[in-house]
């Protein structure tokens, strides 16, 4: 039922959007301003996690403990800002889940060295003028696939998405905090910079996304997302605990199907 | 609107920062600084006009929508018998599962490949080195498989996700085949347990595809096996289209299962069930029941499946092992193939498999003679 009036929503808000898409879509007079709102400030404090004095870390253990926050299922919320500048008019509400999926090594290690997501973020689409393509207007996270990395071989994790568009990107991370901060091309062939910033605090089952596309100096699009965990999941760590016996070995086939299930459970 | 009049439009929206969607993220910068930058970013860029970058942006797409798809899979494990010193090559059969990622031209490959044992042979000796998880990694499933275009580098990226960790290789489109190499991302840790590799997809035409994937066990011990290509294991795997399955959304197939829990294969079984009864106008059962109804189907599956593994022990002291299948076929086939779901139960791995196949209207039938068949260990 919840299921259904969410289609409904979703089609409903299409079809509201139809004269804007008609109009073509531009930025908005600085004017208009968000409204303050707990979400904006959860949000807005991401702002100065790079500049709060605390040091990067790149001890493996610490950056395996902040992706063990990030396993399970979530809901998406917030906006997609299209012109990057805070003016609400120029902002689409968005919808979504993830499923994230930690990966051990080993039965002895208490934290992933990785983290396998899929997820699915919703807004409506948005054109220009005539009818072209506005940076950021069209969902390419419907769905996408992020995985995160631990590798000793470098100072923090690692990231790679496959979105929607089918492009793939790659970035580095350092962890400040509790605030990954990631730098990287936003895969477009361009100078255009994507520059991420997620917080997943110990003490919250909630998630905060900033994500900024940079050029030059300008900020073109930020999405910000908020994610609320919806469920746990059965986690590496709680197969690998029976590893050595036979019914351990069931469960490592239960796991396989479960890895191959992930974004469809 | 065509594509130039796009590409310009879009360069005079730079302002606004606006790179466009798919097509036009994917087939041009949109300013000329943009191979400087992305040289200084992503390394080695190879230098190119527009119009060949955009012409090897649309040859990726070309090439990626070659693999969605459900296929049939004829696959050899080649490792290193270090006793015997010398290769051993095993011949698995399977199934993949290639699916569009959303709608741009992004592939995810779910693979399963059955595994007969013995996977070794009785004279090889086990390390003590080796526990009885590193000894399951030589037959462990194949990771989940991506593809992506990777834009600034013009290359095809691949990503390998196991249960422990995640391996990334990128290679260039040359022809129709890509050959990938290490990028920045793929680092065998000895920390890891295996580190996965996928070395070359050749997809000339959709009907074939062949994959080379390499396995490097990483575990501590005394020098590890090789095979002649310096890889712990080799996988070499044919792919072939299943009839009809071209252009369909492969997502909306039943999952096949393969594995030891039997709960799993019953829920799979009632799947396929329940596409066959909403699409086909039900389901028979050979040689037990036509037009079955799904209570019916759910007593038989926890009559045999559930009890199994009991039934199979009773024959292992007499060294003997049990092999029970079953054929469940729609009422009604579609136009231009044959659905055939076929569910088995294999004593001597103690494995259960569903699989859900589509074949050619002409090809040999599947149904098995017997349900229930004893062989000898």
């Known amino acids: 039922m919840h299921r259904q009036f969410r289609v409904l929503i979703l089609t409903l808000t299409s079809m509201l959007s139809c004269p804007v898409l008609a109009a073509g879509f531009t930025c908005a007079q600085p004017a208009s301003t968000v409204a303050d709102s707990p979400k904006a400030s959860q949000l807005d404090q991401l702002e100065d996690v790079v500049v709060d004095g605390s040091r990067p870390t790149s001890r493996t253990r610490d950056l395996g403990a902040w992706l063990k926050r990030m396993e399970g299922q979530y809901r998406y919320e917030d906006h997609v800002d299209l012109c990057g500048r805070g003016n609400a008019a120029d902002q689409r509400p968005v919808t979504g889940d993830a499923d994230c999926f930690g990966l051990y090594v080993d039965s002895g290690d208490r934290f992933p060295r990785s983290l396998y997501c899929v997820v699915r973020v919703r807004w409506t689409r948005v054109l220009g003028e005539n009818g072209i393509p506005v940076m950021g207007g069209d969902p390419d996270l419907l769905p996408a696939v992020l995985v995160y990395g631990v590798n000793s071989g470098l100072p923090g994790i690692q990231l790679m998405q496959i979105d929607s568009h089918g492009l793939a990107t790659q970035a580095l991370g350092t962890l400040t905090g509790d605030t990954l901060t990631t730098k990287g091309s936003c895969g477009t062939g361009t100078s255009c910079q994507k520059v991420a910033r997620i917080t997943a605090r110990s003490d919250s089952t909630d998630i905060a996304m900033l994500i900024d596309f940079e050029i030059g100096s300008r900020r073109a699009l930020r999405q910000a997302f908020l994610l609320h965990r919806v469920s746990n999941v059965r986690t590496m760590q709680e197969y690998w605990g029976n590893k050595s016996d036979s019914f351990a070995e069931r469960l490592l086939s239960r796991a396989w199907v479960d890895l191959q299930s992930v974004g469809e459970r | ?377």
Not at chain 2, 75 to 82: E, I, L, N, P, Y
Not at chain 2, 180 to 198: E, K, L, M, P, Y
Not at chain 2, 247 to 267: F, I, T
Not at chain 2, 335 to 362: I, K, M
């Open chain 2, 1 to 377: 609107m065509n594509r130039a009049l796009a590409v310009a439009a879009l360069m005079g929206c730079a302002a606004f920062g606006a790179s466009g969607t798919l097509h036009a993220q994917a087939r041009g910068p949109v300013s000329n600084e943009s191979r400087a930058s992305t040289k200084q970013a992503e390394g080695p860029a190879p230098l190119m006009d527009e119009a060949a970058r955009a012409r090897k942006i649309t040859e990726m797409e070309t090439w990626l929508g070659r693999l969605p798809g459900l296929y049939r899979v004829e696959a050899t494990r080649t490792w290193r018998d270090s006793f015997a010193a010398r290769d051993e090559t095993h011949e698995h059969n399977g199934t993949a599962n290639c699916s569009r990622i959303g709608a741009g031209p992004g592939v995810r490959c779910i693979i399963r490949l059955i595994h007969l044992p013995p996977v070794v042979p009785p004279h090889v000796k086990l390390s003590p080195h080796l526990t009885s998880v590193t000894w399951s990694n030589l037959v462990r499933p194949l990771p989940v498989l991506y593809f992506g275009i990777n834009a600034d580098t013009l290359e095809i990226q691949a990503a390998m996700v196991d249960l422990e960790q995640v391996s990334a290789r990128s290679g260039m489109l040359e022809g129709n085949a890509v050959s990938f190499s290490a990028d920045r991302w793929n680092i065998c840790h000895r920390g890891w347990t295996v580190c996965w590799t996928v070395r070359e997809v050749t997809a000339a035409a959709p009907e074939e595809i062949f994959m080379k994937i390499a396995m490097d066990a990483m575990f501590a011990g005394p020098g590890k096996a090789v095979t002649k290509s310096g890889h712990s294991q080799d996988t070499e795997l044919h792919l072939h289209r299943e009839p009809a399955s071209q252009g369909k959304k492969s997502g909306s197939m039943p999952r096949n299962y393969e594995g030891q829990d039997w709960r799993e294969a019953h829920r799979t079984i009632l799947e396929v069930f329940d596409l066959f009864k909403s699409r086909y106008g039900g389901a028979n059962i050979k040689e037990l029941s036509d037009d079955i109804g799904r209570e019916e189907l759910d007593l038989i599956l926890r009559q045999t499946l559930d009890v199994a593994e009991e039934m199979n022990q009773r024959y292992v002291p007499k060294g003997q092992y049990m092999v029970q299948t079953f054929d469940m076929v729609p009422r009604r086939q579609p136009a231009d193939s044959r659905l055939h779901c076929q569910w088995v139960y294999d004593g001597r791995s103690n494995t259960f498999s569903v699989f859900l196949y589509q074949d050619a209207a002409a090809a040999p039938k599947r149904d098995m003679a017997d349900n229930n068949v004893i062989r000898k260990l």
